[in-house]
T-cell receptor, first 113, second 119 residues
């Protein structure tokens, strides 16, 4: 059973640019969630994809968008990057069962200059 | 209002001693799950333990146990026999059943507690 993987591990962008982060789900999981974790804070829910459709969204602007592919892998796209977008971006895969944990990837550290 | 509150920003614990990390939560949903995660400096969230709102007994997983007091809405994590490798950030998180249809089965996290184990 393979775990959740994310790429790239680190990324440096400048303000105004666009970025795409990638995530491969754990085998057997049909749900992918994305979280943003600013330095020194807990993760904040960005959105979730279930069977290739957005299935819930946190308090993030539309310039944060995503995709889920038939193999359940996922992308997070952020347009018009701002300095405050600098954070650790975590991807988590799961089933939809309440009692089951979400399995997290190692994250992508994004720095916006 | 904060849904998950962790009031201890940081704690020192002596190796081999036990430590309790506090977590209080706020929800009106009768069906919810509570999770604890460990986050080392590498960044990955590692699942430690789960407690369901209808579970009659406190959850235990090896050296981790959860002190679940439903009426007080608290779910404290106890780590027994601390080891140097336990030094990390610890996050309490909640998933509410009513949110599954409305906004996906997202996790709501607290602000975390940093634990440093001293030799």
């Amino acid at each position: 059973e393979t775990g959740v993987t994310q790429s790239p591990t680190h990324l440096i962008k400048t303000r105004g640019q666009q970025v795409t982060l990638r995530c491969s789900s754990q085998s057997g999981h049909n749900t992918v969630s994305w979280y943003q974790q600013a330095l020194g804070q807990g993760p904040q829910f960005i959105f979730q994809y279930y069977r290739e459709e957005e299935n819930g969204r946190g308090n993030f602007p539309p310039r944060f968008s995503g995709l889920q592919f038939p193999n359940y892998s996922s992308e997070l796209n952020v347009n018009a990057l701002e300095l405050d977008d600098s954070a650790l971006y975590l991807c988590a895969s799961s089933t939809t069962r309440l009692e089951e944990t979400q399995y997290f990837g190692p994250g992508t550290r994004l720095l916006v200059l | 209002a904060q849904k998950i509150t962790q009031t201890q920003p940081g704690m020192f614990v002596q190796e081999k001693e036990a430590v309790t990390l506090d977590c209080t939560y706020d929800t009106s949903d009768p069906s919810y799950g509570l999770f604890w995660y460990k986050q080392p400096s590498s960044g990955e969230m590692i699942f430690l333990i789960y407690q369901g709102s209808y579970d009659q007994q406190n959850a235990t997983e090896g050296r981790y146990s959860l002190n679940f007091q439903k009426a007080r809405k608290s779910a404290n994590l106890v780590i027994s026999a601390s080891q140097l490798g336990d030094s990390a950030m610890y996050f309490c998180a909640m998933r509410e059943a009513k949110m599954i249809k409305a906004a996906g089965n997202k996790l709501t996290f607290g602000g975390g507690t940093r634990v440093l184990v001293k030799p």
